[in-house]
């Protein structure tokens, strides 16, 4: 065992002074034009917190299926504006040439984003083990996973992974982040033998008040779906309900589609959807265009099966939209405050019977339900200290540098 020196930095006047913090991020869902996505707002938003004290970069793949989006920044780094960014053609064993990156790259501290993620978690984590890369202090954020939906979607795989991890040793002197108590808990029961389990709140920027909403011309009751189209978000489940809901409705659809197969289920409960239900697949919407978009509906529903904070709903509660949402996020008693409704999974007639509700509210009580949403938006970035505890955090694992000595190999 070492401890690694302070890193410097030569001034033109040959002074030195210790250098901030590298801190490299490997974040699967980074890039362009796919700001939107959950995990990108977080990592955004504390870098714009912290970047006075760390310096950050951040390795991503490139884009959805392994597009050409991002062709301009393999094998090289670029700046995007808020950080350094690089990224990864992604094959079958994961993002090619992370191994020269890791190895090449000097840096200070480690993050990784999903703790199923294969493309970019896991085959680091095997290569630190290994000894293929530095063993540097790492931070493993598992982004909602460990709830009870999300960890049941490929519930054996996954179990498998556990085990293999654990026999491995794998997360030996990883910490795990989680952004609420109720994550932690839900890491401590799928994931009992993690060693160091740190809580800090995801940190979100609050934007203008939204601007009033006149009704619908022709009546309907405006209802968007904002997230991936994916198993977990529970596209599916949305679609069926709304077959069985009274009003006439409009269902708008935004987000990537990255799996076909799934995507194709979601179009054939769309086809038979009744008359008076419009579903519309939308595509993707960058960040800059998500308030704008959002403030023009009535209620926002994803019945989601985990999430470890849920960007999309606090996006839509800032704009002042209603939520229609699982009871498996960390955003409950809605109906209580009065911004929305977090019903159980089990009970798809409640949340049918909740959408002709909503579309029966008159104009004064739909008025209240948005005020109360961005007053809840409000409230919940007052209380937080999210910044503090993310700092925290960051140094928390900089001071335990328990890396093994390290030779290449």
Not at 18 to 29: D, H, N, Q, S, T
Not at 285 to 291: C, E, F, L, S, T
Not at 389 to 402: D, E, F, I, K, T
Request: hydrophobic share 45%; with cysteine.
């Amino acid at each position: 065992m070492k401890s690694r020196p302070t890193p410097t930095r030569i001034l033109d006047d040959d002074a030195t002074k210790p250098a901030k913090p590298i801190v490299l991020v490997l974040l699967g869902a980074y890039w362009p034009n796919h700001d939107a996505t959950g995990p990108n707002q977080s990592f955004r938003a504390y870098v714009t917190a912290l970047s006075d004290e760390f310096e950050f970069m951040v390795v991503g793949r490139d884009g959805p299926s392994g597009s050409d989006s991002a062709e301009d920044s393999r094998g090289r780094w670029t700046d995007d504006g808020l950080v350094k960014t690089r990224h990864c053609r992604i094959s079958r064993l994961g993002a090619e040439g992370l191994r020269d990156i890791l190895r090449a790259t000097p840096h200070d501290l480690m993050i990784l984003n999903g703790f199923f993620d294969r493309e970019f978690t896991i085959p680091a984590l095997a290569m630190r083990r290994l000894g293929l890369i530095p063993r540097l202090p790492t931070i493993l954020a598992p982004r909602g996973e460990f709830s009870a939906g999300a960890l049941g979607l490929k519930h054996v795989r996954k179990q498998g992974y556990l085990l293999a991890a654990r026999g491995l040793g794998l997360l030996d002197d990883v910490r795990l982040h989680a952004t609420s108590e109720q994550e932690a808990d839900e890491i401590r029961d799928g994931c009992p033998w993690a060693r160091d389990i740190v809580v800090a709140p995801n940190i979100r920027a609050l934007g203008p008040p939204p601007q009033a909403v006149a009704p619908a011309i022709d009546g309907r009751l405006r209802i968007v779906f904002l997230s991936r189209v994916d198993r977990k978000k529970n596209l599916d489940y949305a679609i069926k309900l709304l077959a069985n809901v009274r009003a006439p409705v409009t269902f708008d659809i935004f987000g990537p589609a990255n799996d076909p197969a799934y995507w194709a289920e979601c179009e054939q409960l769309i086809s038979r959807l009744p008359a008076h239900v419009e579903a519309h697949y939308r595509g993707l919407i960058p960040n800059a265009d998500v308030a704008a978009t959002l403030v023009g509906y009535d209620l926002f529903l994803l019945p989601t099966r985990g999430e470890n904070f849920g960007h999309a709903i606090f996006d839509a509660l800032e704009v002042g939209l209603p939520v229609l949402i699982s009871d498996q996020t960390p955003w409950r008693e809605l109906e209580r405050i009065g911004a929305g409704w977090s019903l159980p999974l089990a009970d798809p007639d409640r949340f049918a019977a909740t959408i002709d509700r909503m579309a029966a509210l008159a104009p004064t009580e739909r008025i209240a339900l948005r005020r109360a949403a961005r007053a809840l938006a409000e409230s919940s970035l007052q209380e937080s200290d999210a910044v503090a505890r993310m700092r925290v955090m960051l140094n928390g694992a900089l001071r335990c540098s328990n890396e093994i000595a390290w030779t290449p190999r």
